[in-house]
């Protein structure tokens, strides 16, 4: 995936998506029906994996987003109840798709937190009195750090601070998404808060006259709920070899279309940048690509577009996985690409510049490795399209190697760099940060640089 690539919007007609005669910008999306599946991701699944598992047809009902005089867009969301009484049905079904919308000022916000395992994501929702436009106008919340792994039960309380504000495609109208990062009641960054350290890199003056930008290719792998195996592979057992399901097309080679395509316009609409999305090398593996972002909010975006995903995941009754290498064996793993460029690398003159940016992140391979995910070393094995964990390396146009350089970069004199070895688990703030602080604020030795410029034949 080229940043040339991240600039651009991919074409996408979803199978579920329905474009209304009266209203051309009006789109409805199937949501939660009992939490079940489709017909199209059912219809995958042998016969015994479906005697196995919950899944069920007609899972999907509707939001529609319709589109006011003045362009703003309102939503309406559509769900169906599983209840005994159809009356019952009805009340509920009204009270979920109500629109208060003409008669409160008061929203929604929903305050979303990375939960103690560095890679869940966790959230709750709050009233507020009036619609609001920028993180500085809400307020901080706290939660209970001893229920997410975050702080003992005698000194529980962790204070959320919101940072990014989204627009919420699931409750439509003034609602809102709020990314926050994590403090101590005394307003110290807790562990897991890795974005307070990247915005510390990024405010430096070095850094922001550079202008940083990232493409992040975020892959990621679709579970059937019951069995926790990749959707559309026969429970127990295998599908054909690798081959035909990269970017593929039909009922037998593209496993969870129906869930990208949603993903993709729900990021549309909450207003993340998201600039693609592709079926991966393995059946059931997707990726959506977000950028380029300049410096932290690279970060919120991609933490938002996996919330986001999650839930949708959630409402289709299917299991989302960030597990670098998620089955054993002959099959790609799962990355998370990272492109990036700074201003004078985007300038003329900017090859050099890369060479010597990749001459640095060549010295401190062993630091990004260590903060690049975890069970990565069963990713990066010098196969399937990966370089070894071990030894760093760099390439034009070389899939196998650390660092890729695009032709079109050599070719220009200009451009960008492409580091391959995040996985897909990877914290966005912790990586984006790293490859700024790496190739930006620190300088080695300059014993060091001769010697590494050597071994990687860089002529810097």
């Not at 593996?285 to 986001?308: K, M, T």
């Not at 990565?376 to 964990?389: D, F, P, Q, V, W």
């Not at 010697?451 to 810097?460: G, P």
Request: glycine share 10%; net charge neutral.
């Amino acid at each position: 995936m080229s940043m040339q690539h991240l600039t651009y919007l991919y074409p996408v007609t979803p199978k579920f998506f329905s474009f209304p005669h009266h209203s051309p910008t009006a789109f409805p999306v199937k949501m939660a029906q009992c939490l079940a599946p489709s017909v199209q991701w059912q219809t995958r699944l042998t016969k015994n994996a479906m005697e196995t598992s919950s899944m069920t047809s007609k899972m999907w009902n509707s939001v529609s987003f319709k589109q006011s005089k003045k362009g703003a867009f309102k939503s309406s969301t559509k769900f169906r109840i599983c209840a005994s009484s159809s009356g019952t049905i009805n009340r509920v079904e009204d009270l979920l798709n109500l629109d208060v919308t003409p008669y409160t000022d008061k929203i929604i916000a929903e305050y979303i937190w990375i939960g103690g395992s560095g890679t869940d994501v966790r959230s709750k929702s709050r009233t507020l009195s009036k619609p609001v436009e920028h993180p500085s106008e809400l307020p901080k919340w706290n939660y209970d750090g001893s229920s997410t792994g975050q702080a003992p039960g005698e000194d529980s309380e962790v204070i959320l601070y919101p940072q990014a504000i989204f627009k919420d495609p699931f409750r439509g109208g003034n609602n809102i998404l709020v990314i926050c990062d994590t403090y101590t009641p005394q307003g110290v960054p807790i562990p897991t808060n890795k974005r307070a350290k990247a915005a510390e890199i990024f405010s430096d003056p070095k850094v922001v006259a550079q202008v940083p930008w990232f493409g992040i290719e975020q892959e990621y792998t679709l579970l059937q709920q019951d069995v926790k195996w990749p959707l559309g592979w026969p429970v127990g057992g295998y599908p054909g070899p690798q081959g035909p399901y990269y970017c593929g097309a039909g009922a037998d080679k593209s496993f969870g279309r129906d869930i990208s395509d949603a993903h993709y316009k729900a990021c549309l609409y909450a207003g993340i940048n998201i600039s693609g999305t592709n079926g991966e090398v393995m059946p059931g593996q997707w990726e959506f690509q977000v950028g380029p972002s300049v410096g932290i909010e690279a970060g919120d975006h991609i933490w938002c577009a996996r919330y986001l995903l999650e839930r949708i995941t959630e409402q289709a009754g299917v299991v989302l996985t960030l597990d670098p290498k998620p089955i054993e064996g002959d099959w790609n793993g799962a990355g998370c690409h990272t492109n990036y460029s700074t201003l004078s690398m985007r300038e003329e003159g900017g090859f050099e510049v890369i060479k010597k940016a990749i001459l640095n992140l060549s010295l401190r391979h062993a630091d990004h490795i260590s903060a690049y995910g975890e069970g990565n070393e069963r990713r990066l094995t010098g196969k399937h399209e990966t370089a070894s964990i071990n030894t760093f390396s760099w390439g034009v146009a070389n899939r196998g190697c650390s660092i890729r350089v695009g032709r079109d970069t050599e070719k220009a004199g200009k451009g960008y760099l492409e580091d391959r070895r995040p996985a897909s688990n990877m914290d966005p703030y912790t990586v984006t940060g790293l490859l700024a602080e790496t190739t930006l604020l620190w300088e080695p030795t300059l014993e060091a640089e001769a010697l590494a410029a050597q071994k990687l034949a860089l002529n810097v």
